[in-house]
Every structure is written in C-alpha cells, then in structure tokens.
C-alpha cells in the first residue's frame, strides 16, 4: 500500500500569504496524485489532478507541482474562503490512497 | 451540469446490511468508473471501492472484501454499495462519486454524502 505523509498537520495563514503543502509518497506514483478541498460539513472538492492540473471551475490561485514521490500544493495569495482541510490522493496503485489532511486556517 | 445524488444510509446494529445508492446525470454515466469513498466521524478519506464503466471489473478496500458488494445500472445511472455483516468501524460518511473515464482517473464529482452508524 502507498502511504502518502503530508506536512504540515496545521497550519494558521493570514490573507494573501502564500501557502505551501507538501505531500510525499511511499513508492514512485509518477503523476497520479491529486489535491482536495474539503470545508466542515461538506463533500470534498477536487482542485488539482495529475498533480499539476487544475479541475475545472477551481480559481488559479490554486496551483499543484511535483512529480514521483514529492508533490505541492501552493495557494497563492490566501483568501477566507481557503480555510479548510487539503487532501492528497493516489490514484497509482490500488489500494487507493489518501493523505492525512492538512488543515489550514486564518490567523 | 453534473450531478451526484445519494440515497440509504441510517443507523444498523453490528452484524447487519445496508443498501446505499446513488443517482448521476449530467454526463454519459457509461462512460466513467464510479467510486465510494468514506469519512469517519472527524477522521481523513478513505477510499472503498470503484467500478469500471461496464461493471465488468470492480476494487475493494482489504477491510471489506467479501463483505461490500458495488454494482451498477447503466439504464438508471445509478451505482450502489450493498454492505453486509457491518462493523462499528464501517461507521462513516459515505460519499459515491464519478471518476474519470479510466481507472486512473480522481473522483471529480461527489455526492452529499450518507452517514452510516453501525451501533447496537
């Protein structure tokens, strides 16, 4: 099973910082990585796939790069409605993966 | 505009069965893999299983082999997850969503999700 490790756990941003979260995998995934948003109380969204493409409709201060076992999500220019919990996904091995989430809220 | 909309979901003591379904429109449903992910109370994802366009190929979670069933009606374009000998760990949110057109490809469209709570 892969085993994806995401840093930080937490992290306390304020508006129109840049924020960075790293996602590492156990084994070489290529670019079969992708990133969520979820808000409480809601389903998750879809922002990046392939690591590097952004899903339709998702705003560009959204961007995903990486590839093998080191992958970021970067939010350019943090907005109030970004705080939530990220999530990266494997889809290049079954079983298919998540990361741990990464909880990111305002300062 | 595509559209997942969940069904089922309730509460059943240990040892029991549940049925959850999903509808999908907006898109050509016989063309893409359907997934069922879930979501333990104030946990991370976990992904449960998928199936191909046809039905002809289908993935479980080790936790739940032989145990959950997926299934699809290409005229109803609907998908299911029929659960059986349920467990207090099974408890969760249970959330269907569309993936792409291979296997490959991430849940792009999920449902509203449908809480699951096996407690006696």
């Known amino acids: 099973e892969i085993v994806l490790t995401q840093s930080p756990d937490f992290q306390s941003v304020t508006p129109k910082e840049r924020v960075t979260i790293t996602c590492r995998a156990s084994q070489n995934i290529e670019d079969r990585l992708h990133w969520y948003q979820q808000k409480p109380d809601q389903s998750p969204k879809l922002l990046i796939k392939y690591a590097s493409q952004s899903f339709s409709g998702v705003p560009s201060r959204f961007s995903g790069s990486g590839s093998g076992t080191t992958f970021t999500l970067t939010i350019n220019s943090f907005e109030a409605e970004d705080a939530a919990t990220y999530y990266c996904h494997q889809t290049g091995s079954l079983p298919r993966t998540y990361g741990q989430g990464t909880k990111v809220e305002i300062k | 505009e595509v559209q997942v909309v969940q069904s089922g979901g309730g509460l059943v003591q240990p040892g029991g069965s549940l049925r959850l379904s999903c509808i999908a429109s907006?898109?050509?449903?016989?063309?893409?893999?359907m997934s069922w992910v879930r979501q333990a109370p104030g946990r991370g994802l976990e992904w449960v299983a998928n199936?191909?366009?046809?039905?002809?190929?289908?993935y479980y979670m080790d936790s739940v082999k032989g145990r959950f069933s997926i299934s699809r009606d290409n005229s109803r374009n609907s998908v299911y997850l029929e659960m059986s000998s349920l467990r207090p760990e099974d408890t969760a949110i249970y959330y269907c969503?569309?993936?792409?057109?291979?296997?490959?490809?991430?849940?792009?469209?999920w449902g509203q999700g449908a809480l699951v709570t096996v407690s006696s």
């Open positions: 969503a569309r993936d792409g057109e291979t296997w490959l490809g991430p849940p792009g469209y």
């Open positions: 199936i191909k366009e046809d039905g002809s190929q289908k």
């Open positions: 907006g898109f050509t449903f016989s063309s893409f893999w």
